[in-house]
């Protein structure tokens, strides 16, 4: 077994701690990135002659922003994305673990790559994200993968080059493993290189600190950490000056926004309202959290015509005894309450949601209180799950009585619940005039684009790939249940 070098290793009790101690934000300067530099041209001449990187992200938004820094980091180093991961000398996977077939889906891949490391002795295999974060999967990928070169966590994207470079520098090509749980300082202005050229993400906090009985996000991305409102503002603006036409304000939980920040008038409200004041063209945020969703939040959405009409407002189940296992800290009737009030201030809103179904022990008359919310709330669009057990989680430890066939069964009811509604939803934009932005050549037919309406919904429609990036209008003609077909507006 090759050596493995561990700089830093994952511990549950540090993943869960949640102390007071104020976090750091450190501006990555000119001297940090002149070091890499002078490391980083010792790695290119190690690298075997094509200096190409690949990389592969499964999972969240969160880790497509990730996948970004680690872009601009190693294109810092001149060295060249490629799409065919053939052609790559080094190789990352940017992991997912909120689900078990998230992991499945990397173990598969990592399974594959053994045949490309078989044919070149130089590919670097470097894996990320939120699966080496959890001890015994950790584990187990260093044992049963020895040809994994190099590991690193959520909290270490900025030790990339180093890491690379120490990898490059030892003799015989040990492993190196660099994942912390203890969440470190806030790094900024790290180099990125964005996937697209119209629409960004921007960080606002990091981590979570809910604990819903289910989720393994907490421990994999640790405390939650509010980003300076200045930083936050600045990189809005670069992003403004650089043409992107939408922002994404990103966090677990954008509602908590602020609360570990020193001004106490800092909230995700007043966040949302300076961001929403520059003159960008589109504003969303994700993922609101239902019992934190502020009456200030609505009025600044309602105030701003650029804040996208559309709120995606995770609920995960309906009944009140779910929640309560769940550890979410509202009841069906006060989530009901709220989308009132929205709907109220905010007509034309778009609703999406998450729901969990086969939650343990979760009873028919349970699982139909979902059902009910559901027909009540009226999604304009959902995300829907079965419960899958995490290591680590509180949930994970519960006995689970039901079987796995009624948990497909009411997927399924669950699903259809929902597209009661979607056709009546859609119906009403048949022959109205929508603002696009266009994001694609169309998957299904090579001659038609595909865009986003201000309620997430895809359009897809004859014209000329130039106009992605562009905010046209298109008149909405025929809805396809998931996605409308439409005309473009000259
Ligand atoms: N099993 C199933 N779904 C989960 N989610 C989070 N953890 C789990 C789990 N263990 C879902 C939640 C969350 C979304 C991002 O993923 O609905 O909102
Ligand atoms: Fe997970 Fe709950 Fe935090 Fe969302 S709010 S990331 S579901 S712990």
């Given at each position: ?315 995960q189940s309906?009944s009140n005894?779910v929640l309560k296992?769940m550890?979410r800290?509202y009841t069906k ?158």
């Amino acid at each position: 077994m090759r050596e493995v070098i561990y700089l830093d290793k994952p511990s549950f009790t540090e993943a869960i701690k949640r102390n007071q101690t104020n976090i750091n934000t450190i501006h990555y300067n000119n001297e940090t990135f002149l070091t890499n530099l002078k490391n980083n041209l010792k790695i290119s001449e190690r690298l075997a002659k094509n200096n190409t990187f690949y990389i592969k992200t499964h999972g969240c938004q969160a880790n497509i922003r990730d996948e970004e820094t680690i872009n601009g980091l190693l294109t810092s180093l001149s060295l060249k994305r490629v799409e065919n991961i053939e052609e790559a000398s080094i190789i990352i996977i940017n992991t997912c673990s909120v689900r078990e077939n998230a992991n499945n889906k990397v173990y598969a891949e990592i399974g594959n790559i053994k045949r490309l490391k078989e044919k070149n002795k130089d590919l670097v295999l470097i894996l990320c994200g939120c699966m080496v974060e959890t001890k015994d999967t950790l584990a187990n990928l260093i044992n049963k993968y020895p040809y994994i070169d190099i590991i690193f966590g959520t909290h270490n994207i900025d030790s990339l080059l180093n890491l690379l470079y120490l990898y490059m520098d030892s003799d015989n090509k040990k492993r190196i493993v660099d994942v912390s749980s203890k969440e470190g300082e806030i790094i900024e202005d790290l180099p990125a290189t964005r996937n697209n050229k119209y629409s960004a993400y921007v960080n606002i906090t990091f981590g979570c600190d809910k604990f819903c009985t289910y989720c393994i996000v907490p421990q994999t991305r640790g405390k939650e950490r509010s980003r300076d409102k200045e930083d936050i503002l600045k990189e809005c603006k670069l992003l403004l000056a650089e043409g992107y036409k939408e922002i994404i304000l990103l966090g677990q939980n954008v509602d908590s926004y602020g609360k570990d920040l020193k001004d106490q008038n800092i909230t995700f409200a007043s966040l949302l309202d300076a961001v929403a004041s520059l003159p960008i063209k589109r504003v969303r945020f994700l993922t609101s959290y239902p019992s934190e969703f502020s009456d200030e939040v609505i009025e600044v959405i309602a105030k701003h015509d650029n804040i996208m009409k559309y709120i995606h407002l995770p609920v995960q189940s309906g009944s009140n005894s779910v929640l309560k296992r769940m550890a979410r800290r509202y009841t069906k009737e006060e989530y009901i309450a709220l989308v009132e009030r929205i709907k109220a201030r905010i007509p034309n809103v778009a609703l999406s949601t998450d729901i969990i179904v086969g939650f343990p022990n979760e009873s028919e008359e349970e699982f139909l209180d979902t059902l009910d919310l559901v027909r009540k709330v009226k999604y304009a669009s959902a995300f829907t799950f079965i419960y899958s057990p995490r290591e680590g989680t509180a949930a994970a430890k519960l006995k689970d009585k039901i079987n796995d066939e009624t948990k497909v069964a009411r997927f399924k009811r669950l699903t259809d619940a929902l597209e009661e509604y979607y056709p009546i939803y859609n119906e009403s934009f048949i022959n109205t005039i929508q603002e696009v932005l266009v994001t694609s050549v169309s998957k299904k037919d090579k001659n038609k684009v595909s865009g986003v309406m201000f309620n997430n919904k895809i359009v897809n429609f004859n014209a000329d790939p130039s106009l992605i990036g562009e905010i046209v209008k298109v008149k909405i003609l025929e809805d396809k249940l998931y996605s409308f077909n439409g005309e473009l507006i000259k």
